[in-house]
């Protein structure tokens, strides 16, 4: 029949998580066995006894009247037709409801099981029109009695035959899909059929009815009739029944309906026949043919009674599965708002109301008791996500914070506060120390090993301590100095712990003013170039220089580079600096190509320029708008930039030194110093670090390592510069030890373009000493 619509048997859990098993649990038990429609769900073993029950009495009570019942009975005019129209109305609506159904659900069956009752319906329109007595003496359109009893014969012999057709249908699945896609083109096919059939069929009887065999006289069948329609609508009513069964249990409702249908229907034929119009027999087959036109109609009103009373259960039942899930989702909800979800600790949102809560009750109680805060960091916790991926990085995390709640005592807060951050509340301070002493335990146990599923990984921590009330009087203060405490614990290389001490504070003030200042001087132009000459040993001149930006502080001078390029680095501010520096450096070349001192210049090149995709091509705007060589400019990269990305880096400084300019390797030997770096990146130039410079000629090893690059340099056709000589000893040592190039004090300090020129034509060729 149709759907029942707004039920479903759910399936699937409404949750996946294990924190809200139980609300699975109790939407399982709401589950409702919907019946979703009386074509396909099985009869129950009470519906069969009430079938049979049923089926019983009609025959015992068709026996009855066929045995007792033949004499006449009172002539009832209103009875006919009103039982025939209640017939009509009842089939006509079975009618539609299976046919209602078959779009939605497009089995044949119900479309044969529609069209059967359809039919019927139809028939028996012309069939009380055409009766005897009913609206005229011999019936309308000059019809007579025998294109009713014809009717009447073709609308009980047409019910069993389409129901028989239906259960043929009942299990060829090939036929689904065709009716599924011509689920309409069909009801209107089955429409026209019987409504041809109710309006051709008279018209054909009442056309030809001399040429009719004559089955009733003065309301009694003839002999013939009786001996041959009887037998073979019975027939067809037992075959009807015997498809309906021969299928493989278990059998639908409607199959168990249908067969008291079909009973009803064959009892109405064969007392219609075997008796006198109006006998006692005659009355009780007509209302079996009102059983059989309503009993499926009675079944689909008794379904949706009970589908009514299905559906206040099945409301109650989601409006209590609705409110455990609320609840459950309100309980998750407030655990979410002050828990992290990885390691179930609290989250910063709830640790920082417990610290500020353990604050108020010291002042409510009248006295401020010391307790401390501890911010924790793990160490190079990057490469692990890099290395597995964030799902066993994660795994990692969960690992930590349960060792930091083993650690901790019994009544310390620890929570997690960011990514790979916790901290740890120390409500009271038995003793001076305690949180140092627990701090140790953090950084003891972080250094065991964590294990992964791909690797283990040797991590460490890093701790920042701040204690209450010496370190700041409210939640805010406490925070900012651990975690200044922290970075300076990173600062020193991690693994390690760092109490807040005020110049922490202080030194924060004034990196924070230097880098307000440094963007002012960015916007206002603050920034100048000095060059130091760089000396050629074989020629006894100056072979280049190398730009190097100096920031013009409005208050403290000159800020050399150590002290504000790493603040560039971290505001941002590098790419549009090393930007000025390049288009600076360059300008100033043509200017002294213009006045006839041609001179190398070399600029340095940081990460952030390096990482810039636009960095080359600036370049090489930079260089055509100057009418600058690219031979006459070398850049300078240092091993750490190197490293940052090898394989980019050495693309970007192909491409450079296909354009022309020349490549250094700054620094070389202050990191991992790899000779792969050497063979792999495209340069023409190394230099030697002042720190292997400065010791020399005393120390031995300097010397033997210096000697030793020099030679590999030479070997790989590289010019070797070494950085930072400051006396006539380490100049004639390094003249001695066949370096190509020299730089530093000794030759001259970085000076102001206008002061080179001038002091590059009072320099004589400088010779070493003998």
């Not at 028989?164 to 299990?171: K, L, R």
């Not at 901290?423 to 001076?432: F, G, K, M, N, Y």
């Not at 406490?478 to 991690?494: E, I, M, N, P, T």
């Not at 490293?643 to 490549?663: F, H, K, Q, Y």
Request: one cysteine or more; glycine letters at 6%.
């Amino acid at each position: 029949m149709l759907s029942m619509i707004g039920i479903v048997r759910t399936r699937q859990p409404l949750t996946h998580t294990n924190r809200e098993r139980n609300t699975k649990h109790t939407v399982a038990a709401a589950k409702i066995d919907t019946r979703v429609n009386l074509a396909t769900h099985s009869a129950s073993e009470r519906t069969w006894r009430t079938v049979s029950l049923v089926v019983a009495v009609m025959l015992l009570v068709g026996l009855s009247a066929i045995l007792f019942g033949r004499q006449p009975a009172v002539d009832i005019p209103a009875f006919l037709p009103t039982l025939v129209s209640a017939i009509i109305v009842t089939e006509l609506l079975s009618a539609y409801i299976f046919l209602g159904q078959f779009p939605a659900t497009p089995l044949p069956r119900l479309l044969f099981l529609g069209t059967a009752y359809l039919l019927s319906g139809s028939l028996a329109i012309p069939y009380l029109l055409t009766f005897p007595k009913v609206y005229s003496p011999s019936g309308l359109f000059g019809a007579n009695e025998q294109t009713a009893v014809y009717l009447w014969l073709s609308w009980h012999a047409g019910f069993p035959a389409l129901i028989a057709i239906s259960a043929y249908f009942h299990d060829r699945r090939r036929y689904f899909k065709f009716f599924a896609s011509h689920a309409n083109w069909a009801i209107c096919a089955a429409l026209t059929v019987c409504g041809a059939a109710a309006v051709f069929l008279p018209y054909v009887l009442i056309r030809f009815q001399q040429f009719v065999p004559v089955l009733v006289t003065d309301g009694t069948f003839s002999a013939t009739a009786k001996q041959i329609v009887i037998p073979t609508i019975c027939l067809l009513d037992a075959l009807a029944v015997g498809c309906l069964l021969r299928h493989r249990k278990p059998y639908s409702a409607t199959t168990a309906w249908l067969f008291v249908a079909l009973t009803a229907s064959a009892l109405d034929t064969a007392m219609g026949l075997s008796s006198a119009r109006y006998s006692y027999v005659w009355y009780v087959g007509k209302m079996f043919s009102m059983v059989s036109s309503s009993v499926v109609l009675a079944l689909y009103i008794r379904e949706m009674v009970n589908l009514q009373v299905l559906l206040r259960g099945a409301t109650q039942k989601l409006r209590n599965v609705n409110a455990v899930i609320r609840r459950k989702a309100q309980e998750r909800l407030e655990y979410l708002a002050y828990h992290d979800e990885m390691t179930g600790l609290p989250n910063r949102a709830r640790w920082q109301e417990l610290l500020r809560d353990r604050i108020q009750s010291g002042r409510d109680g009248g006295e401020e008791a010391g307790f401390s805060i501890l911010f924790i960091d793990l160490d190079s916790f990057k490469e692990v996500n890099d290395a597995v991926g964030h799902g066993q990085g994660d795994e990692v995390l969960i690992a930590a914070g349960k060792r930091l709640s083993d650690v901790a005592f019994t009544d310390n807060l620890v929570g997690r506060v960011g990514g790979d951050e916790f901290a740890v509340l120390v409500p009271s301070l038995r003793r001076t120390g305690d949180a140092e002493k627990l701090a140790d335990l953090v950084l003891e146990t972080m250094r065991k090993a964590f294990l992964t599923p791909s690797r283990d990984f040797e991590l460490s921590a890093s701790v920042g301590i701040a204690h209450y009330p010496e370190h700041g009087k409210n939640a805010a203060e406490l925070l900012q100095h651990a975690d200044l405490a922290l970075f300076h614990a990173k600062r020193s290389g991690g693994d390690c712990k760092r109490r807040f001490e005020s110049w922490m504070s202080e030194e924060c003030d004034r990196a924070r003013a230097l880098k307000d200042a440094l963007a002012q001087g960015s916007r206002c132009g603050d920034f100048v170039l000095h060059y130091q000459p760089i000396f050629d040993l074989r020629s006894g001149r100056i072979d280049g220089v190398e730009a190097l930006i100096r920031w013009m502080h409005p208050t403290e001078g000159i800020v050399l580079p150590a002290a504000f390029i790493p603040l560039a680095e971290e505001t941002g501010l590098m790419p549009s600096i090393g930007k000025w520096v390049v288009e600076n450096a360059i300008a100033k070349a043509r200017e002294w190509n213009d006045a006839g001192q041609f001179l190398k210049m070399s600029v340095n090149v940081s990460v952030r320029q390096l990482q810039d995709p636009a960095f080359f091509y600036h370049l090489r705007h930079t260089l055509k708008e100057c009418n600058v060589s690219p031979r006459q400019i070398e850049l300078e990269v240092t091993e750490s930039a190197a490293m940052t990305d090898p394989a980019g880096v050495s693309e970007l400084l192909g491409r450079c030194r296909e354009l022309g300019l020349l490549i250094a390797l700054d620094d070389f030997g202050t990191h991992y110093s790899s000779l792969t770096y050497l063979r792999q990146l495209p340069i023409d130039t190394i230099k030697i670090d002042q720190s292997f410079v400065k010791e020399l000629p005393l120390s031995e090893e300097d010397g033997q390592i210096i000697r030793a690059l020099i030679s590999l340099g030479h070997g790989l056709g590289r010019r070797i510069v070494a950085e930072g000589v400051e006396t006539r000893e380490q100049f004639n040592w390094l003249n001695k030890a066949s370096c190509d190039l020299v730089q530093g004090h000794f030759i001259a300090k970085p000076m102001r373009a206008e002061h080179l020129l001038a002091w590059r034509e009072s320099r004589l060729p400088l010779r070493a000493s003998a």
